[in-house]
């Protein structure tokens, strides 16, 4: 509903406004002021969107109360009411900003034509703003999705740079120059606080945040050049645990990452934070990887080398038998420096532990393996070890025992049927029951490029056959193929074609022509 305020020293002509402006305009709310003070007064309660000003009044001028409300309530428009003998204040209203005016006397059909120019301003102002915000909100769930890809993308897959590259173009970076990781590990039954941890890392504008794997939600943060390493994580992780209640807190936990000096480096920063989680039980519910105990030198260089190998990836990547030679190596070489049993037991347990996690974050449902007796000897401490390494590449084959064939399809189809639409690799691989990592892997595996790729070249295709139609914009096509900004479009189609869409259209049409 519009609000509008009648401000004149005369009450007959205040009287004769209102009556000329209800009228007319038989929905708008309308109050009056008989001078500048009460003017102002009115405003700060009424908030009017449109001032009818007379010039000349008593006291305070109507310029000078134009320009008194104009400096606390810029959204406010004017018109002036004005008799011949003062236009040249007219004038000057309008320099202020005024949008019109109204002479005295005037006939009542020219006072309803001038203001209802300007209501409907105000009118498609409102519509604007509300486009605008559905715009925004549009955009903002489209930067979440792309979000939560790129941290997948960037923790669990390898992915072709240069459309890696456009979707981190999206994303408002606090800083590259560096980061790392922060995994909090859940309790079960606390997955609806997803959106509030979100929700408190947005609110930080500190890194990105991925999407929930089982327990496990992983965190870029981007390092703050104001603070240290250790206390920014530690603040962050400290607002973290705020969220969990007294009833959940004793699952909470969250391992904290090195700081890596690029993106390209970020997977090792989240496979440190995962170690780091190993041993949730601690007093503190958080810990850094740098943190985690070590023991012997010779074996400590191992674990070292394994992980740069990515350990887990080898789990993702159903890459076993170097499963089970790592935790192999690593008994001996305990056993070589004359280590306790016991002690080597529970190391071999930490990287057993952390295997389980890697399948659990996959979709593996699978118990945690644990040692069910005391080992006596190192003979027994590998039969054991082989036993629980065989339990696992069982759960994994039986859970990934399909028709991949017939999933490829699914995928394939379903792709080329919503290429329009926000697909993320999260959902894709809700809609057929698998791990993302999985479905990107197996997608890769059989199609020779990533859904990424895919993806992009159905919409591609798609917007080379809709500009075979001069009536379409260019504008127009980037929407219906899926993209929400023209320009982003462009940069893709010319990535995908080497030349722009306009020239691709230049090309074809001129085709047509002959």
């Given at each position: 509903m519009l609000k509008l305020l009648i401000v004149d020293d005369e009450q007959i002509e205040r009287e004769g406004m209102q009556a000329i402006l209800e009228k007319g305009f038989p929905g708008i709310v309308i109050k009056q002021a008989k001078n500048g003070m009460m003017a102002m007064e009115v405003t700060e309660e009424f908030q009017p969107d449109l001032i009818l000003m007379d010039i000349k009044m008593p006291g305070i001028t109507g310029l000078e109360t134009m320009e008194q409300i104009i400096a606390y309530h810029p959204a406010v428009k004017f018109i002036m009411v004005t008799a011949y003998d003062t236009f040249e204040y007219v004038r000057q209203a309008i320099q202020l900003g005024a949008k019109d005016y109204v002479l005295k006397p005037s006939k009542a059909s020219e006072i309803v034509v001038?203001?209802?120019?300007?209501?409907?301003?105000?009118?498609?102002?409102?519509?604007?703003?509300?486009?605008?915000?559905?715009?925004?909100?549009?955009?903002?769930?489209?930067?979440?999705?792309?979000?939560?890809?790129?941290?997948?993308?960037?923790?669990?897959?390898?992915?072709?740079?240069?459309?890696?590259?456009?979707?981190?173009?999206?994303?408002?970076?606090?800083?590259?120059?560096?980061?790392?990781?922060?995994?909090?590990?859940?309790?079960?039954?606390?997955?609806?606080?997803?959106?509030?941890?979100?929700?408190?890392?947005?609110?930080?504008?500190?890194?990105?945040?991925?999407?929930?794997?089982?327990?496990?939600?992983?965190?870029?943060?981007?390092?703050?050049?104001?603070?240290?390493?250790?206390?920014?994580?530690?603040?962050?992780?400290?607002?973290?645990?705020?969220?969990?209640?007294?009833?959940?807190?004793?699952?909470?936990?969250?391992?904290?990452?090195?700081?890596?000096?690029?993106?390209?480096?970020?997977?090792?920063?989240?496979?440190?934070?995962?170690?780091?989680?190993?041993?949730?039980?601690?007093?503190?519910?958080?810990?850094?990887?740098?943190?985690?105990?070590?023991?012997?030198?010779?074996?400590?260089?191992?674990?070292?080398?394994?992980?740069?190998?990515?350990?887990?990836?080898?789990?993702?990547?159903?890459?076993?038998?170097?499963?089970?030679?790592?935790?192999?190596?690593?008994?001996?070489?305990?056993?070589?420096?004359?280590?306790?049993?016991?002690?080597?037991?529970?190391?071999?347990?930490?990287?057993?532990?952390?295997?389980?996690?890697?399948?659990?974050?996959?979709?593996?449902?699978?118990?945690?393996?644990?040692?069910?007796?005391s080992i006596l000897d190192y003979r027994q401490l590998r039969v054991e070890t082989d036993l629980l390494h065989e339990r696992m590449k069982q759960s994994y084959f039986k859970h990934y025992d399909r028709k991949e064939a017939d999933t490829i399809h699914q995928l394939k189809r379903y792709i080329i049927e919503h290429s329009h639409e926000d697909i993320t690799l999260d959902g894709l691989a809700k809609k057929v029951g698998l791990s993302p990592i999985y479905i990107s892997k197996m997608f890769k595996e059989k199609q020779g490029v990533n859904y990424i790729d895919f993806l992009t070249e159905c919409r591609i295709e798609k917007a080379k056959k809709l500009m075979a139609n001069p009536e379409k914009s260019i504008k127009e096509i980037t929407f219906e193929v899926g993209y929400h900004d023209p320009n982003y479009f462009s940069k893709v189609f010319k990535k995908m074609t080497n030349v722009s869409p306009k020239e691709y259209r230049k090309t074809l049409l001129g085709n047509k022509v002959y």
């Amino acid at each position: 509903m519009l609000k509008l305020l009648i401000v004149d020293d005369e009450q007959i002509e205040r009287e004769g406004m209102q009556a000329i402006l209800e009228k007319g305009f038989p929905g708008i709310v309308i109050k009056q002021a008989k001078n500048g003070m009460m003017a102002m007064e009115v405003t700060e309660e009424f908030q009017p969107d449109l001032i009818l000003m007379d010039i000349k009044m008593p006291g305070i001028t109507g310029l000078e109360t134009m320009e008194q409300i104009i400096a606390y309530h810029p959204a406010v428009k004017f018109i002036m009411v004005t008799a011949y003998d003062t236009f040249e204040y007219v004038r000057q209203a309008i320099q202020l900003g005024a949008k019109d005016y109204v002479l005295k006397p005037s006939k009542a059909s020219e006072i309803v034509v001038t203001v209802g120019k300007v209501l409907e301003q105000i009118e498609e102002e409102r519509r604007q703003q509300v486009r605008r915000k559905v715009q925004q909100e549009a955009l903002q769930k489209t930067l979440s999705l792309v979000e939560t890809d790129v941290v997948t993308q960037l923790l669990f897959e390898h992915v072709h740079e240069v459309h890696l590259d456009m979707l981190v173009e999206m994303l408002e970076t606090p800083s590259r120059d560096e980061m790392f990781v922060m995994l909090v590990m859940l309790p079960k039954g606390s997955e609806h606080l997803y959106s509030a941890i979100k929700k408190k890392i947005r609110g930080t504008r500190s890194g990105w945040i991925g999407a929930l794997y089982g327990s496990q939600l992983p965190i870029i943060v981007f390092r703050d050049s104001d603070k240290s390493y250790r206390s920014q994580a530690t603040s962050l992780a400290r607002e973290i645990l705020t969220i969990a209640n007294s009833k959940a807190d004793k699952g909470w936990f969250i391992g904290i990452g090195s700081v890596c000096s690029s993106l390209d480096l970020i997977r090792q920063s989240y496979h440190d934070a995962l170690i780091a989680t190993m041993d949730t039980g601690l007093p503190v519910k958080y810990r850094f990887y740098s943190d985690v105990p070590v023991v012997g030198e010779v074996c400590n260089g191992d674990l070292n080398k394994h992980q740069k190998k990515e350990f887990a990836d080898q789990i993702r990547l159903g890459q076993w038998e170097q499963v089970r030679q790592y935790m192999m190596n690593m008994i001996q070489c305990y056993e070589n420096e004359r280590a306790e049993l016991l002690h080597t037991q529970q190391r071999v347990q930490e990287v057993l532990w952390v295997s389980s996690r890697v399948l659990s974050e996959m979709g593996v449902e699978i118990e945690t393996p644990m040692y069910s007796f005391s080992i006596l000897d190192y003979r027994q401490l590998r039969v054991e070890t082989d036993l629980l390494h065989e339990r696992m590449k069982q759960s994994y084959f039986k859970h990934y025992d399909r028709k991949e064939a017939d999933t490829i399809h699914q995928l394939k189809r379903y792709i080329i049927e919503h290429s329009h639409e926000d697909i993320t690799l999260d959902g894709l691989a809700k809609k057929v029951g698998l791990s993302p990592i999985y479905i990107s892997k197996m997608f890769k595996e059989k199609q020779g490029v990533n859904y990424i790729d895919f993806l992009t070249e159905c919409r591609i295709e798609k917007a080379k056959k809709l500009m075979a139609n001069p009536e379409k914009s260019i504008k127009e096509i980037t929407f219906e193929v899926g993209y929400h900004d023209p320009n982003y479009f462009s940069k893709v189609f010319k990535k995908m074609t080497n030349v722009s869409p306009k020239e691709y259209r230049k090309t074809l049409l001129g085709n047509k022509v002959y």
